[in-house]
């Protein structure tokens, strides 16, 4: 029986080494981590995440090797005599104490990017944001963009989703929508997010940025981009049976590019609003 | 029926009916609920095994959408009400009176009751999935507006999870009824087992909270079909107002789904480390602290609903809180453990395992209590490796360690100890298998509740999939040495364990129907 015993967890050893490996293989092609994002809050957010983590690997250290420590020598098979202590006032306030300051130290980090992002206030324009069972509604409310709104919607093909057709030769698989929301560079975008049926969530990791739309009410976030590109995430709130297939696409542009496309826009929105009204 | 017993005009042979319909003796109502959690138990899973087939690689392939958010919602409310939930309670039932040195739990005819009323409250909510427009699809959360749009299931969800609260709540006063009442002459309160203490907390949080869940599932009922606007904005309600309810009752719940194990690892750990408990009173004092302080941290499951900053910071603040009690429990453990003389059987193994795995899931609680950081975990597979971890090799590694720990007692057979241990191993394996690899894809931006996901969440997903198939047929194993030492077995002892101490090792193996007749003399 002790041999079996003892080649399972030899199994098990091997192959949680081998799952262990796999994953570092994995880490330069997949994400393993958060991503670090292109917002200077996206920034402070995974240093947080990071410091947080690391204090728990520095925790489970000293934890688990006690443990294992313990149940490596303190065995009966080894012939060890148990002791009986069972009490020591001193070591529960040691044990207590010291976690109260690790959180203290990582309470004050945490507070100030908490308040950071808190802070929607002087923004130098405003989108709305309307979830929809399930899709998303984007509203330029001021400046030169005012006006122009959009729906934005999965493009993924049915066939992709249903069928075997080239999935995997899609790489924006899911991640993908007809009208993307086009946002300049270095500006402060001030988000407000409502819903109109059930509640969702609007959510790019790249940002740092996730809050829930509840229908009603309207919510603010913001964000400061500070690379152009293009950045994808999807509904973070279950919404019904579609809530896996609402995706958000956002381009950055620089200035002269978001203008360009700006200029494009307002002509086509002009347009529309003449021909609502005749 | 054992023909040792202490008082043998007690021992009747009743029939089936009498014995197990009609029963008001508190180990045949614990076994009920343990088999009943057991049958529960694979439930659940079956429908984990259809949501992991699904997600075993992207595109939708055997099942619709709208029954997969249908099989995340109800494997959740079965896990939780009808599998971890009961388990405690049978070994409540169980346990108690022999621990406390009482006769039998206080009020044997609600205890009867409130066992009686599951099958019924669980038949009704499975029944769901047949009726048109489809079973419960909203998250076992149940948010309105979305909750709303459930079909005929409706009203029949929200009278299963009425009947589940009085069936715990009635539990629950039975619990404390018995703590209060029933202990033998000389049992004080910081005399009490551990898993006695927890229980007696883990009674008050249900009372506390159950009834706030049921408000809440009423106001929605009435929503529905009453016009009420207890949750919609348009008729001046709020539908962020149904999570604070919820998560008033839900984060009480986290707790009420870990307390009782914490009890039954405090009993398992100093058996096997031949070793007294270290720290006695500030485990006690510890299990109490959560308690409280799992009443003002509810919000941080709802962080990106756009709450006010200052009430960020509080559920913030307060929630990292939890760590200390949390820590000086897992350090009192490993306290225990120290320079004992340990022997590694299947309890062990599990309470072990628990040890180590239920604070892995503690490390990840302590990354999502981070507000800020919150808000890229949140409703990411990052939450859902979190809960499970503390869930699984969490809550129901302890509920089996203490089916191995004391079935021997219960049953009066040993169960195979090769059987158990390997139960042991590669339940270990799969778990890890299966919710390690949801960190990984959750912090690369994975929601959670989807049934299909982009290119880049394939490995971790497939690898997740072969851990839960894995981990569902190791389960088979562990019904089959339950079966097996129920049916016979080499004969335990009535100390079973070299290490064990407390009132239910000095009865008989197994113990005749009525014990402590006369009460047990404490010293």
């Known amino acids: 029986m002790k041999k079996l015993i003892g080649r399972l967890v030899q199994l098990s050893v091997l192959v949680l080494a081998a799952l262990l490996l796999t994953t570092q293989f994995a880490a330069a092609e997949y994400g393993l981590n958060m991503p670090k994002g292109v917002t200077q809050i996206s920034n402070e957010v995974y240093g947080l995440h990071m410091l947080i983590f690391w204090i728990c690997v520095a925790i489970a250290v000293v934890v688990y090797g006690a443990m294992f420590w313990s149940m490596m020598f303190h065995r009966k098979s080894r012939g060890f005599k148990a002791a009986t202590f069972h009490h020591s006032t001193l070591v529960e306030i040691v044990w207590t104490v010291i976690p109260f300051i690790i959180l203290i130290a990582m309470a004050i980090p945490a507070a100030k990017t908490l308040i950071a992002i808190e802070s929607t206030g002087s923004s130098d324009m405003t989108i709305k944001i309307t979830g929809y069972q399930w899709k998303w509604r984007y509203e330029y409310l001021d400046g030169d963009a005012a006006g122009v709104s959009f729906f934005s919607s999965l493009s993924t093909p049915l066939e992709q989703i249903n069928g075997d057709a080239d999935r995997n030769q899609n790489p924006n698989y899911l991640l993908e929508v007809d009208n993307a929301l086009v946002l300049p560079t270095g500006k402060k975008i001030r988000f407000l997010l409502t819903s109109s049926d059930v509640i969702h969530a609007w959510w790019i990791p790249d940002f740092a940025v996730k809050k829930d739309a509840v229908p009603g009410f309207i919510n603010e976030m913001w964000t400061v981009i500070d690379e152009p590109g293009v950045y994808r995430g999807q509904c973070a709130e279950l919404c019904g049976k579609d809530h896996g297939f609402m995706p958000i696409v956002v381009i950055a542009k620089d200035e002269p590019e978001y203008t360009a496309w700006l200029n494009q826009q307002s002509d086509a929105a002009i347009q529309q609003a003449k021909v609502e009204l005749d | ?523």
Request: proline share 7%; net charge neutral.
């Open chain 2, 1 to 523: 029926m054992s023909t040792t017993t202490v008082d043998d005009h007690h021992d009747e042979h009743p029939g089936f009916f009498k014995r197990w319909i009609t029963t008001t003796n508190h180990k045949d109502i614990g076994t009920l609920y343990l088999l009943f959690s057991l049958l529960m138990f694979f439930v659940g899973g079956a429908m984990a095994m259809v949501i992991r087939a699904e997600l075993y690689v992207p595109g939708l392939q055997w099942v619709e959408p709208g029954f997969f958010n249908s099989m995340t919602t109800m494997h959740a409310l079965i896990m939780i009400f009808g599998a971890v939930m009961p388990a405690f309670t049978g070994l409540a039932n169980w346990l108690i009176p022999m621990m406390v040195g009482g006769c039998d739990m206080a009020l044997p005819r609600l205890n009867n009751w409130s066992f009686w009323i599951l099958p019924f409250a669980f038949t009704m909510l499975l029944s769901t999935l047949f009726m048109p427009g489809g079973g419960p699809a909203g998250g076992w959360t149940l948010y309105p507006p979305l909750v709303l749009q459930t079909g005929n299931a409706f009203p029949f969800v929200i009278f299963s999870i009425h009947l589940m609260g009085i069936s715990s709540i009635m539990g629950s006063i039975n619990v404390v009824a018995t703590i209060l009442n029933m202990r033998a002459p000389g049992m004080t309160l910081l005399k009490m087992p551990l898993f006695v203490w927890t229980w007696l907390i883990t009674a008050y949080l249900l009372i506390a909270t159950m009834p706030v869940l049921a408000g809440a599932v009423t106001m929605l009922l009435t929503d529905k079909y009453f016009a009420t606007s207890f949750f919609s904005a348009a008729g001046g309600g709020d539908p962020v107002m149904f999570q604070h309810i919820f998560w008033f009752f839900g984060h009480p719940e986290v707790y009420i789904l870990i307390l009782p194990a914490f009890g039954i690892v405090s009993h398992i750990i100093p058996t096997f480390a031949r070793k007294p408990l270290f720290g006695y009173s500030s485990m006690v004092y510890a299990t109490a602290s959560i308690a409280f302080l799992s009443f003002i941290v509810w919000a941080h499951h709802m962080f990106t609903v756009g709450m006010p900053l200052v009430g960020e910071l509080f559920f913030m603040f307060s929630t990292m809180l939890i760590a200390v009690p949390t820590g000086v429990k897992v350090f009192n453990w490993i306290a225990t453990m120290w320079r004992g003389s340990m022997t590694f059987e299947t309890p062990m193994l599990f309470a072990v395992g628990f040890v180590i795995m239920f604070t892995l899931g503690g490390f990840s609680g302590l990354m999502l209590a981070i507000a800020p950081a919150d808000f890229q975990y949140h409703d990411t597979y990052f939450v859902v490796a979190h809960f499970h971890y503390v869930l699984v090799p969490g809550a129901v590694f302890a509920i089996m360690a203490a089916a191995y720990f004391w079935l021997p007692k219960w049953t009066g057979h040993m169960y195979n100890e090769t059987l158990g241990k390997t139960h042991f191993w590669l339940s270990t394996l799969f778990v890890n298998l299966t919710f390690f690899p949801m960190h990984f894809v959750g912090l690369a931006g994975m929601p959670r509740r989807i049934p299909d996901y982009s290119l880049q969440f394939t490995e971790f997903n497939t690898m997740a999939s072969i851990g839960s198939f894995g981990f569902g047929l190791t389960q088979l194993l562990f019904a089959f040495i339950v079966i097996q030492t129920i049916r016979g077995g080499k004969k335990a002892t009535d100390q079973v364990w070299e290490g064990a101490e407390g009132l239910e090792w000095t009865l008989p193996s197994p113990p005749p129907a009525h014990t402590f007749d006369v009460p047990p003399v404490i010293k």
